[in-house]
């Protein structure tokens, strides 16, 4: 079944206390992103990944890394937590970043930050 | 930068009747891709229905369908025969293709803030 699988889908956590929330796709998608979601501000993109090894930064960006050494896994990491990064956060994956198909998203990580 | 803007943070519709969300966007771009998905409970994002802007026919799926009015740049998402099961929240998004102006967005996906649907009995 085609898929983007996020991990974990809950966490609580301390502020300053590393974390990273694995994301894996099996369609051989080139293009991968992370978006957080918050209450009335909709989804908004954190990182994106064009294939391996490029990886560039979305509207909110500080905070986080990312890396992409491989083509199905684009982890999102969280070197010093803090609360303000409270917040539900989407995997997204498509098969390139030209064209019109449609965005695969994960189930969802929910975050919380102590 | 491109926005969208969803006016109604909370609509509510009877079963078996119609609604309408409605979504505005600001872009000086001639060609992109306007998207509506659905957020059930469950968290999970679902494509409903999408939109080229080149193209003038509104796009159909099943019992939802848009109004795309390029020139006004409203793209408002309509349900038929609301069912209980439509009940979730409702994004819009927009996508420039890479080649559009500034060539840097590079397929970003901007969301709207969201619109809650209730479906009553």
């Known amino acids: 079944e085609a898929q983007v699988t996020q991990n974990p889908r809950y966490l609580i956590t301390v502020t300053g206390k590393k974390l990273t929330v694995t994301c894996s796709q099996n369609m051989n998608h080139e293009y991968m992103s992370w978006y957080r979601q918050d209450p009335g501000l909709g989804l908004r993109q954190i990182y994106y990944?064009?294939?391996?090894?490029?990886?560039d930064k979305g509207d909110v960006p500080e905070g986080y890394k990312v890396s992409r050494k491989e083509k199905r896994n684009f982890p999102l990491i969280l070197e010093s937590p803090s609360p303000n990064q409270t917040s539900l956060y989407f995997c997204?994956?498509?098969?390139?970043?030209?064209?019109?198909?449609?965005?695969?998203f994960g189930d969802g990580t929910r975050l919380s930050i102590l | 930068a491109q926005t969208v803007t969803q006016s109604q943070p909370e609509m509510s519709v009877q079963e078996a009747e119609t609604v309408t969300l409605s979504c505005t966007y600001d872009?000086?771009?001639?060609?992109?891709?306007l998207f509506w998905y659905k957020q059930p409970p469950s968290r999970q994002m679902i494509l409903v229905i999408r939109?080229?802007?080149?193209?003038?026919q509104n796009a159909t799926e099943n019992r939802f369908s848009v109004n795309f009015q390029k020139a006004a740049k409203s793209f408002s998402l309509k349900i038929s025969d609301s069912q209980l099961g439509d009940a979730a929240m409702y994004f819009c998004a927009y996508r420039s293709p890479p080649e559009g102006a500034g060539g840097t967005s590079y397929g970003k996906l901007t969301f709207g803030q969201g619109t809650i649907l209730t479906v009553h009995p």
């Open positions: 990944s064009m294939n391996v090894e490029v990886t």
């Open positions: 872009t000086s771009e001639s060609d992109y891709y």
């Open positions: 939109q080229e802007a080149y193209k003038q």
């Open positions: 997204a994956s498509r098969l390139h970043y030209r064209g019109y198909q449609p965005q695969h």
